[in-house]
């Protein structure tokens, strides 16, 4: 926009989107659903973009491609190559090999406009598998497909067919993206990153700003709109979750909650709030903020291996705003607008330099993906010492094998070894928790029968909130019981037991979720739950195995010693790290205790009194942070077999 047109509200409107995704990146509960910031951003530039091609195209009659493209260039690439260069440089730091080879092969697509596609064709935008700090470049990747397409489908319908036909063919165009949204999704990741599920919004801001060059336009004043704009953005970043689908129909409210604020009159109350300093000065560097909070975040929480706390969260946010000011005021300002560094370059001269760069760090991240993630960082020794249990760092719930039909992993809810017939000895029930017990159990020549639930076993009609919380699965699981109900004389329940964090339970055939406000409330539901299961299975023996030792959620054993700095806590963990584990486990042994249920404490076979250990014989016993290796699961049972002949010999 012209500084004429030019509207601070809009900045102020920047500002409340990049603090919503901010808040909800560091990790703040209170917006579950700040991802909503970056719908925000869209309709922004929907708006904004097209509001330039039409006063270029209305005063010159066509628009200059080259310029167009000169003033994107300036304005996106320096903060980016800069945040990808630095992103680059601290992993060559801090990182493992191969989380480094995984960074190196996203700044590849990052910085070729496709990291939406290569991040769709990875993993779920939730996961935490992998590390991912140029992750929030997918939204960017979005804005530079669109912006290939839209200045020249402006300049043809405009210049030749006049502004009405334009938006008659952009409404077609939402139409079109919204509905395939909600008839053709393809699955909740194509949704989230491919162009074609976002055009809507990018629309919206488009067809906003046609409207507004039109002559019969209209600008309200009343604080009315831009009241329910906001409370409509707010509302959608206090109630959606990852769960959700999106964007889909839930992208409705933050869409047409921005374009309501940008349709209300500058002068009206909430956009001169908007237009205030404060929210001024973060929205122009919005962009900084945005490219730089995120790789922070993944690098803070990688340093230390676990998710932020409080006071983590807030230092994190401060340093990206502080950084993002520095990146603002010596990489962005200089490079934006006549009078600023290099004002007389042509485009081309100026998107030479910008493209070496860019070439130049490929180069890079190359040499680092044919370089095994440049592990002669970590030198000869350390190189020869993973080399020796390597091959064993495997995940044993993902690994065993003896499963009927052949298969070498068990994915439907029954396994019985080694045959139908003979597996009576007893019945393991659970998920992930239970499956990584199976090899170790079959190394000690257990016959036995593996039922997976993805429904808690013992719930009654409640499942975990997520989304296992269905009839499906809880009939899958009820089903499950009543089999196994008469059936086997000893059961063995291994699941996640630990307070959950504000998620809480679904009770799945009504969708009612019960959210626990302390651990003591979580724990009287366990109780409950453990006595009806006691009820139900009154003749059978039932062992529930408790919580394993956790050191950290983004780190197992091979990645801490594969990293260049190697923590002194590899082999072994302070105790201290495990103390919630613990302290949960004595109450779940306390409480089986009470109901008449046995109970197998992991802890006592992992941990002394001052640490929890991590390796076995020189093998790792974790293959990420909660999952036992092969070499794990088959210690673990070793003691879960004695527990299983003294309840067999009663």
């Not at 900084?288 to 803070?300: E, G, M, N, R």
């Not at 072994?572 to 919630?580: F, G, L």
């Not at 794990?632 to 002949?645: D, F, N, P, Q, V």
Request: overall charge positive.
């Amino acid at each position: 926009m012209s500084n004429s047109s030019y509207r601070a509200d809009i900045d102020g409107l920047r500002a409340i989107a990049v603090l919503l995704v901010l808040f909800f990146h560091c990790g703040f509960a209170f917006l579950p659903g700040g991802f909503v910031g970056v719908d925000v951003f869209f309709v922004i530039s929907g708006f904004l973009i097209t509001s330039l091609l039409l006063d270029e195209v209305k005063s010159r009659g066509t628009i200059s491609f080259a310029k167009f493209y000169e003033r994107r260039l300036r304005r996106l690439a320096p903060a980016l190559l800069t945040t990808v260069a630095l992103t680059l440089l601290a992993g060559s730091f801090i990182l493992a090999p191969t989380d480094l080879t995984n960074v190196a092969e996203s700044v590849v697509y990052s910085l070729s406009g496709i990291s939406n596609i290569y991040f769709y064709y990875g993993d779920d935008y939730w996961s935490s598998d992998q590390i991912r700090p140029l992750l929030h470049t997918w939204s960017l990747s979005v804005e530079e497909q669109f912006y290939l397409v839209w200045p020249a489908l402006v300049v043809f319908i405009f210049g030749r067919l006049g502004l009405t036909n334009l938006s008659f063919i952009l409404i077609a165009i939402i139409l079109a993206s919204f509905f395939a949204n909600i008839f053709f999704p393809i699955n909740d990741v194509a949704l989230y990153y491919l162009t074609h599920f976002r055009l809507f919004e990018m629309g919206g801001g488009g067809l906003l700003a046609i409207y507004f060059k039109s002559k019969k336009a209209i600008r309200l004043s009343s604080p009315a709109w831009s009241a329910v704009g906001l409370l409509l953005i707010g509302y959608s970043a206090l109630t959606l979750n990852k769960d959700s689908v999106f964007p889909s129909y839930n992208a409705i409210a933050p869409t047409l909650g921005t374009i309501l604020i940008i349709f209300s009159r500058s002068d009206a109350l909430f956009n001169r709030v908007l237009s205030c300093q404060i929210f001024v000065w973060v929205g122009l560097r919005s962009y900084s903020l945005y490219l730089i909070h995120w790789p922070l975040i993944v690098y803070a929480q990688y340093i230390i291996a676990d998710e932020l706390e409080f006071y983590g969260k807030i230092l994190v946010a401060c340093t990206s705003i502080l950084l993002a000011h520095l990146m603002f005021k010596y990489v962005e300002q200089p490079f934006r607008g006549a009078g600023r560094l290099l004002p007389t370059w042509s485009p081309a001269a100026l998107a030479t330099p910008a493209f070496a760069i860019a070439f130049l760090i490929i180069i890079t991240s190359s040499t680092i993906m044919v370089g095994n993630g440049w592990s002669w960082r970590l030198g000869d020794q350390r190189l020869e010492m993973i080399a020796n249990f390597q091959d064993n760092d495997k995940n044993a719930y993902d690994a065993f094998s003896g499963v009927e039909q052949g298969s070498s992993q068990c994915r439907g809810p029954v396994c019985t070894f080694p045959s139908k017939e003979k597996a009576k000895n007893f019945v393991l029930i659970g998920r992930s928790h239970a499956r990584h017990f199976v090899n170790g159990l079959l190394n000690e020549g257990e016959s036995f029968t593996f039922y997976h639930v993805d429904c808690n076993s013992f719930f009654g009609p409640y499942c975990d909130n997520g989304r296992f919380a269905t009839t499906q699965y809880l009939d899958q699981r009820d089903k499950v019981l009543e089999l196994v109900r008469g059936n086997f004389p000893l059961i063995i329940i291994s699941e996640v037991l630990r307070y959950s964090n504000g998620k809480g339970i679904k009770e799945a055939a009504t969708g009612k979720t019960i959210k626990f406000k302390t651990e003591t409330e979580w724990l009287i539901f366990i109780e409950n739950s453990l006595i009806s299961l006691k009820k139900k299975f009154p003749h059978q023996k039932i062992l529930l195995i408790g919580e394993t030792p956790r050191r950290g959620r983004m780190m197992n054993s091979l990645n801490c010693i594969t990293r260049p700095f190697m923590p002194e806590d590899c082999f072994s963990t302070p105790i201290e790290v495990h103390e919630k584990w613990l302290n949960i486990n004595k109450k779940l042994s306390t409480m089986a205790r009470r109901v008449g249920i046995n109970f197998f404490n992991p802890h006592e076979y992992l941990c002394d009194d001052s640490s929890c250990k991590n390796f076995i014989g020189g093998q790792p016993i974790y293959a990420d942070y909660h999952h036992y290796s092969d070499e794990g699961s088959k210690y673990m049972a070793e003691h879960l077999e004695r527990h299983i002949k003294y309840l067999r010999s009663l």
